[in-house]
């Protein structure tokens, strides 16, 4: 596996960082002053563990998460892919290369009900859309596509994100 | 919960610079909001005033850093499940209350619930898995990432 195989414990007070903002950095002028002032340690060293955790990769980004259908992407579709496992990580990086895409994985197959080892993220305004990327995607793996598929969501159930128990 | 048929919320111009620029990071430093804000063109109090309203009208589920815990031992899992239609509401609570589960989904397909499982170890996910399987009496299919060949969600507005 690539990077995601170097980890990281986090310390009992990155944990408590990671707590305190999992639901949004306060929205105030000196965020993370604030959570020092919370924990009882200055803001310079809440700098210091959040800089740390992103150089780490143990945070991704600091950033802002859009609901994809309030802002116009109606169609969300997880495309899925059965395609040879000697040559899944080369189709995988050309899939996941593709601007469009933006989330490309490969997962156990589950056979016979779920043949796919590849899977790849497409948003779109419109399933029409989705399904253009889509075939753009198929053009792409040409033979090696054995069988594909396409699901779109019709329900977002619980958004939440990573939620560390107390 | 989020229905599809949400209304799109109308944006002006600077709300979807805000939303376009905070999708790709946020600084570190002690007035980070006056940073972001400054390079959007607009004032800290403004920036502020924007994210909430953003994060109240449901434009944005979160504001905050993304947390990879794979990279801290831990692990993100995307499950599925076969539901029967007339059993989804159920199913859907009762996959819910767990807190490992990060997101779920409805899709159009045999496989109709898809959900994320994610904690800070393994095990703690397989009993979180097990006790959705014994308490909705339908089986969990694992199907936890191998590979992750590209991970750069943007969607412009």
Partial sequence: MDRASETHNLDPIDRVLIQLTQAGLPLVPRPYHELGDTIGITGEEVMRRMQRMLDLGVIRRIAAVPNHYAIGYRANGMSVWDVPDERVDELGGAVGALPFVSHCYRRPRHLPQWPYNLFAMVHGRTRAEVAEKVSTIEALLGSECRAHDVLYSTRILKKTGLRLPA | ?157
Avoid at chain 2, 24 to 40: D, H, I, K, T
Avoid at chain 2, 95 to 118: G, I, M, Q, T
């Fill in chain 2, 1 to 157: 919960m989020l229905e599809i048929g949400m209304s799109e919320v109308v944006l002006d111009a600077i709300d979807r610079a805000v939303v376009n620029r905070l999708q790709n990071g946020f600084p570190v430093c002690e007035r980070p909001y006056l940073e972001a804000a400054e390079s959007l063109g607009i004032d800290e109090t403004d920036l502020i005033a924007r994210l909430r309203r953003l994060l109240d009208a449901g434009v944005l589920t979160r504001f905050g850093p993304l947390v990879q815990i794979e990279r801290a031992g831990g692990a993100f899992v995307l499950a599925a499940m076969q539901v029967p239609a007339d059993d989804v509401e159920r199913v859907a609570a009762i996959v819910n209350s767990r807190p490992e589960v990060a997101h779920n989904y409805l899709r159009d397909h045999r496989f109709n619930l898809w959900f994320v499982l994610a904690g800070e170890s393994l095990e703690r996910l397989e009993d979180a898995s097990s006790w959705i399987e014994a308490q909705t009496g339908y089986p969990v299919v694992a199907m936890p990432k191998l590979r992750e060949y590209f991970l750069g969600l943007r969607l412009p507005v």
